[in-house]
């Protein structure tokens, strides 16, 4: 089973950066993709950025300038700068992985989850 650990959550000002890391130990890391998705309270889980297993990428509007998503199969994780955070960025971000190597937007695609890492900014 694939295990996924986000890490790199924490407390941050509006304009602040922050960067995301997951970890997902195995020897067919490069053939997963992977995405970025985040739940606030009350909210539901949505989507916020994925990489296909050729490095194609997909954004949500919400975050499409300030957050970029990259991956370094040799490490076996997937990264997510967040540039310019706002509070409405606020949430827990959870890494995903499916086996198919496309990039998806869609949250039930994705067979592989982490536990989340939180990010609050405050304004």
């Known amino acids: 089973q694939v295990q996924l650990v986000e890490s790199g959550g924490g407390l941050v000002q509006a304009g602040d950066s922050l960067r995301l890391s997951c970890v997902a130990p195995?020897?067919?890391?490069?053939?997963?993709?992977l995405g970025w998705f985040r739940q606030a309270p009350g909210k539901e889980r949505e989507f916020v950025a994925s990489?296909?297993?050729?490095?194609?990428?997909l954004y949500a509007d919400s975050v499409k300038g300030r957050f970029t998503i990259s991956r370094d199969n040799a490490k076996n994780t997937v990264y997510l700068q967040m540039n310019s955070l706002k509070p409405e960025d606020t949430a827990v971000y959870y890494c995903?992985?499916?086996?198919?190597?496309?990039?998806?937007?869609?949250?039930?695609?994705?067979?592989?989850w982490g536990q989340g890492t939180q990010i609050t900014c405050s304004s």
């Open positions: 990489i296909s297993r050729s490095a194609n990428t």
């Open positions: 995903a992985a499916t086996g198919t190597g496309w990039g998806t937007t869609v949250r039930n695609e994705y067979a592989y």
């Open positions: 195995g020897r067919t890391f490069s053939s997963y993709a």
